[in-house]
């Protein structure tokens, strides 16, 4: 069973079309939870990093938040160049620290 | 600054072969982490170094190992090859592991097709 999972596998936007990606963990003893951005033949991007239930990050037209059993990718007035693949993934407390990342959320933007 | 180095971008290999792909670090960071991504598993975790000494290892068979250099640079080396190995393999590093922060700083990774 995956600790991690992200829903939709795959979102199409039209631009301005706001959204929210949604990673849920089944995991207890989350240390930090983490949103990546890939695209197509690149490695990952670093995002955010959330500590704790409540919290929130913004950058441009992203929006992180934080609850106690998933988190949320909030997209703003998405334009096509927020096209690309969205991670996330969780770092469990009192374990080494290696972060378990789903399997991506593929987000689509057209113009 | 320059980011992390993965060479060779692109290879193709044959089953029973072996291949050793390589990492360069940013400039200061002293964890390299590998991972293997394909469609059907997503981001795997293979094996973490941190000065020299493998500090992590994920659930992957003894083909795959690695080693880390005094200048942090890092390779990665699988043997007996199998088409299950076709993946795309990233290597991150940051300053001292992912500890709190969660960032980790990817290459643009290697592309291996086993055929």
């Known amino acids: 069973e995956d600790q991690v999972t992200q829903s939709p596998e795959a979102l199409r936007l039209q631009e301005g079309e706001s959204s929210s990606l949604n990673c849920s963990y089944t995991v207890s003893g989350l240390r930090g939870l983490f949103w990546y951005r890939q695209d197509p033949g690149k490695g990952p991007e670093f995002l955010f990093t959330?500590?704790?239930a409540g919290e929130e990050k913004e950058k441009e037209r992203l929006k992180a938040t934080l609850t106690k059993k998933e988190s949320f990718l909030h997209i703003t007035a998405p334009k096509p160049e927020d096209s690309a693949t969205y991670l996330c993934?969780?770092?469990?407390?009192?374990?080494?620290?290696?972060?378990?990342f789903g399997r991506g959320t593929s987000l689509i933007v057209h113009p | 600054k320059a980011g992390v180095t993965q060479t060779p971008r692109y290879l193709i290999k044959t089953r029973g072969q072996q291949v050793t792909l390589s990492c360069s670090p940013i400039?200061?960071?002293?964890?390299v982490s590998w991972y293997q991504q394909t469609p059907g598993q997503g981001l795997q975790f293979l094996f973490e170094?941190?000065?020299?000494?493998?500090?992590n290892k994920g659930n992957f068979p003894g083909r795959f190992s690695g080693r880390q250099f005094s200048n942090s640079r890092s390779e990665m080396n699988v043997s007996t090859l199998e088409l299950g190995d076709s993946a795309l393999y990233l290597c991150?590093?940051?300053?001292?592991?992912?500890?709190?922060?969660?960032?980790?700083?990817f290459g643009e990774g290697s592309r291996l097709t086993v055929l």
């Open positions: 993934a969780v770092l469990l407390s009192g374990g080494s620290y290696i972060p378990t």
């Open positions: 991150a590093s940051s300053l001292s592991g992912t500890g709190n922060t969660g960032e980790l700083f």
């Open positions: 400039s200061g960071h002293r964890s």
């Open positions: 959330l500590y704790s």
């Open positions: 170094y941190f000065s020299e000494t493998q500090r």
